[in-house]
């Protein structure tokens, strides 16, 4: 599966914005998706999961509230909805598929096999 993020963009603190992910290739319901992000100068880290179902979802305490992770099958898309965001949030965010037989839901970079090309947020103060 191929997967292009976009979205991304320049937002004051307090803002929102939607991440967007468009799937093509595979079977997109086989799929449960993750989102991504690496500050400068960091690590990537874990963001948020989907299962492949819709039913299940993690969140990385620091987004937890915030942000929300959706998807549309009819359209192979998978969305971050994120409110109140903060400087620190300011990161490339990244979108990954994970290609499972159930209802697994890994939060690990590690377990996922796709991953689409990153898109920029940036949060002024």
């Known amino acids: 599966v191929q997967l292009q993020a976009y979205g991304g963009g320049l937002v004051q603190a307090g803002g929102s914005l939607i991440l967007s992910c468009k799937a093509s290739?595979?079977?997109?319901?086989?799929?449960?998706f993750g989102w991504f992000r690496q500050a400068p100068g960091k690590e990537r880290e874990f963001v948020a999961a989907l299962s492949r179902g819709g039913g299940w979802t993690e969140y990385a305490d620091s987004v937890k509230g915030r942000f929300t992770i959706s998807r549309d099958n009819a359209n192979k898309k998978v969305f971050l909805r994120m409110n109140s965001l903060k400087p620190e949030d300011t990161a490339v965010y990244y979108c990954?598929?994970?290609?499972?037989?159930?209802?697994?839901?890994?939060?690990?970079?590690?377990?996922?096999?796709?991953w689409g090309q990153g898109t920029l947020v940036t949060v002024s103060s």
């Open positions: 290739g595979g079977t997109f319901q086989y799929y449960a």
């Open positions: 990954a598929a994970d290609r499972v037989i159930s209802s697994v839901l890994n939060t690990d970079e590690a377990q996922f096999d796709y």
